[in-house]
């Protein structure tokens, strides 16, 4: 604790005598200051002890000790201290009455008590006190370390509570509560979450106090230029000296475990990098012997595959995927603009996945490839989740950004594969890969194979590729009936559809099934393919069905 007036009343070598403000002896003392001036206010900071002999006060005057009484407790002086036996043999009631009014608590010095004796106490006081809080801020650092060490954050989130006398609260990347101390604190620092937000937006370091049922001081953690955790420390009063040691110690262990754990993390990913080829090679027990317990649970359950793709990532294949189909038009830009990565959509998308795997307890492989991002995640599990609930916002976002000119920021499209064991990881990635595209073209952030499989094929026709396609292979039919010499086009499609049965197809047209032979050999007549062929009845009722959903 700081010098306080009481501790100087007690102080046996000082001998002071309080005439004034009893009840107001508790107050800190930041230090002792000499001065004679008639207004010493403009020099005072408050805090003071200020210490007068009246050597150029009228003492005697009830105005004047009045209006110089009243300015000094304006100005936050702590209190005042007489020196009787030099220009005065008591304190002056004028003085006193002034002081019990302000309530300014007034002390009588005697004449063998220095001023500077006084000044040397307060000032040994405070040295004490400052040793006192460095002695145990460097006890608390001790003993967070320690139980940083043997029990993890968890522990050292206990230790801090009981150093501040309050409570902690840990957040990851996401801004989601990762651990409290003491347990009931859960709740309060759930909602600081906005505000943990806000202060992930500001660059490393940085720091903000909260008001609310307690003062609250939030700190970035991570030495990044964006931060990947946060902490925060609840108390009833603003925090002391040895409490801020213990707290800025704890933001430097906690950065420092941050910091390992991004080193951990980059080479759990390349371990994860070796378990997905070894997959996609099909050599799932190589896989699980390099896994271990690192990802072996997740080797054990059915599992999906997604593949996330980054805008410049999709803009290229569609661009090559134009160039492989002639008179096509490249796709145009339809991903979904990604909030709050700084640039980094994959790696939002990382973190979103991450987060809730660690929250849920799961194990998911996250593998950076380049433009592309590949996670294998547990089937049904909160990772998976997570990732189409990003979607939903995603697909919100872009609904609202509809109508806005289309800028350069970095988006995603992404592709979920059905469940798979190891066995089947190829062809999950093959699946995953497969709804990636269509997503592309569709202009979705998310599609899973599921959705295709389950749906009708008729929804993929409708892609410029396939309709010049259509438009080609028809365009001789289309022209001849455009003449008036007969109804091919109409005719194919009733044969087709009647799976080559003469007489159904000639009934549905209301013609004799010899002029729907004759219209049949017209066809392959001007198309030059032969109708007996399976391959060419596909494509022609594909180009069929192509024509009919675009309305030509």
């Not at 059905?418 to 089947?424: K, T, V, Y």
Request: net charge negative; charged share 25%; aromatic share 4%.
């Amino acid at each position: 604790m700081p010098p306080t007036l009481a501790s100087l009343v007690h102080h046996s070598a000082l001998k002071l005598t309080v005439r004034a403000g009893e009840d107001r002896l508790d107050v800190p003392v930041r230090w002792a200051h000499v001065s004679e001036l008639a207004d010493p206010v403009p020099y005072m900071e408050g805090g003071e002890l200020l210490l007068i002999t009246a050597l150029t006060l009228d003492a005697d005057d009830p105005d004047v000790m009045q209006r110089y009484v009243k300015r000094l407790a304006g100005a936050g002086v702590v209190g005042l201290g007489f020196a009787v036996g030099v220009n005065y043999e008591e304190i002056p009631k004028a003085l006193v009455q002034a002081a019990e009014k302000e309530g300014l608590p007034l002390l009588e010095v005697p004449r063998r008590t220095p001023f500077l004796a006084i000044s040397k106490a307060v000032s040994a006081a405070i040295a004490a006190d400052q040793y006192r809080a460095v002695t145990a801020g460097f006890a608390a650092q001790r003993e967070l370390t320690k139980q940083a060490l043997t029990d993890g954050p968890e522990g050292l989130l206990a230790a801090l509570a009981g150093q501040v006398d309050g409570w902690a609260a840990l957040y990851d990347a996401s801004g989601a509560v990762v651990a409290t101390a003491p347990e009931w604190a859960g709740r309060r620092a759930a909602r600081l979450t906005p505000d943990v937000e806000r202060l992930r937006e500001r660059p490393a370091p940085a720091s903000a106090v909260v008001g609310g049922e307690d003062r609250v001081e939030l700190h970035s953690l991570g030495t990044g230029r964006r931060p990947r955790a946060a902490l925060a420390v609840g108390t009833a009063s603003a925090l002391g000296t040895a409490e801020r040691y213990a707290v800025h110690s704890a933001i430097a262990l906690l950065t420092l475990t941050t910091e390992r754990s991004r080193s951990l993390h980059a080479a759990e990913q390349r371990i994860g990098a070796a378990v997905l080829r070894m997959l996609l090679a099909g050599e799932p027990d190589h896989a699980r012997a390099v896994a271990g317990d690192l990802y072996g649970g997740l080797l054990d359950a059915p599992f999906r595959l997604i593949i996330a793709e980054s805008a410049s990532g999709s803009a290229a294949r569609a661009h090559a995927d134009g160039h492989a189909r002639v008179g096509t038009a490249t796709p145009a830009k339809t991903a979904v603009t990604v909030p709050d990565v700084n640039g980094d959509p994959l790696g939002g998308l990382a973190e979103v996945v991450e987060s809730a795997a660690a929250r849920a307890g799961e194990s998911v492989l996250v593998v950076p490839e380049g433009e592309r991002l590949v996670v294998l995640a547990v089937d049904g599990g909160s990772a998976v989740t997570a990732c189409g609930d990003y979607a939903v916002v995603l697909e919100a976002a872009r609904a609202a950004q509809r109508e806005q000119p289309a800028g350069d920021e970095d988006e995603l499209v992404v592709g979920l594969s059905a469940p798979a064991g190891p066995i089947a990881a190829r062809a999950a990635y093959k699946q995953a890969e497969q709804a990636l595209s269509v997503a592309r073209r569709r202009g979705r952030f998310l599609v899973e194979h599921e959705e295709l499989a389950a749906g009708s094929v008729l929804p993929l026709l409708a892609d410029d590729a396939v309709r010049a396609f259509a438009d080609g292979l028809l365009r001789a039919l289309h022209e001849h009936d455009a003449t008036g010499r007969g109804d091919l086009v109409a005719s194919l499609r009733a044969w087709l559809s009647r799976h080559g049965q003469w007489d159904a197809a000639a009934a549905d047209l209301g013609v004799h099934r010899h002029t729907l032979r004759y219209r049949m050999r017209r066809v392959e007549e001007i198309l030059g393919r032969s109708l007996d062929d399976p391959d060419v009845r596909m494509e022609l009722w594909l180009a069929l069905k192509t024509t009919a959903a675009t309305g030509e």
